[in-house]
T-cell receptor
């Protein structure tokens, strides 16, 4: 099956700093990728749809100036959490469809903001 | 808007059969997917129903009734390794997840 990687797998940063998370499709091209956030024992909440070569589409309630998404190539999307605060601490997961309906998820990035 | 409802937790014993139900309200519906997620891991795809009826994949089966906005995941011959969270998700251009059902399989 298709493989999606994320980097880093975990990161600790100080409040007020910015953190960049990379999502790569390793063996297929992804014109669209999705970014989710998951708090402990909760569901995956869709944050935004990342579109190669165009602006991301954000879900209602997600601050686009805080969560910057760049989909610079057919295999790479990045999520930058700007001016991170402790409430941004969460598990961030990306996904991409290879074809059809099946989504392939990255292993996730655990962000802790101190 | 979109909403999905599924039980928050289910407990069963090894070798048993368990059914996890999912009801949904959504616009732009293409189909219903099921994903499994172990603690700390990424969700993995289990099944997809684009049409009404039953889809079988090994020990797992999934069912969809579009007219009832209802689906279920059936897990047979439960094993300890099946202890995980199971999410139904509406496929409609983007994937929207339900709240998840935590399945505990006891010996």
């Amino acid at each position: 099956g298709a493989v999606v990687s994320q980097h880093p797998s975990w990161v600790i940063c100080k409040s007020g700093t910015s953190v960049k998370i990379e999502c790569r499709s390793l063996d297929f091209q992804a014109t669209t990728m999705f970014w989710y956030r998951q708090f402990p024992k909760q569901s995956l909440m869709l944050m935004a749809t990342s579109n190669e070569g165009s602006k991301a589409t954000y879900e209602q309630g997600v601050e686009k100036d805080k969560f910057l998404i760049n989909h610079a190539s057919l295999t790479l999307s990045t999520l930058t959490v700007t001016s991170a605060h402790p409430e941004d601490s969460s598990f961030y997961i990306c996904s991409a469809p290879e074809s059809g309906y099946e989504q392939y998820f990255g292993p996730g990035t655990r962000l802790t903001v101190t | 808007g979109q909403s999905l409802e599924q039980p928050s937790e289910v407990t069963a014993v090894e070798g048993a059969i368990v059914q996890i139900n999912c009801t949904y309200q959504t616009s732009g519906f293409y189909g219903l997917s099921w994903y499994q997620q172990h603690d700390g891991g990424a969700p993995t795809f289990l099944s997809y129903n684009g049409l009404d009826g039953l889809e079988e994949t090994g020990r797992f089966s999934s069912f969809l009734s579009r007219s009832d906005s209802y689906g279920y995941l059936l897990l047979q011959e439960l094993q300890m390794k099946d202890s995980a969270s199971y999410f139904c998700a509406v496929q409609g251009g983007k994937l929207i997840f339900g709240q998840g059902t935590e399945l505990s399989v006891k010996p």
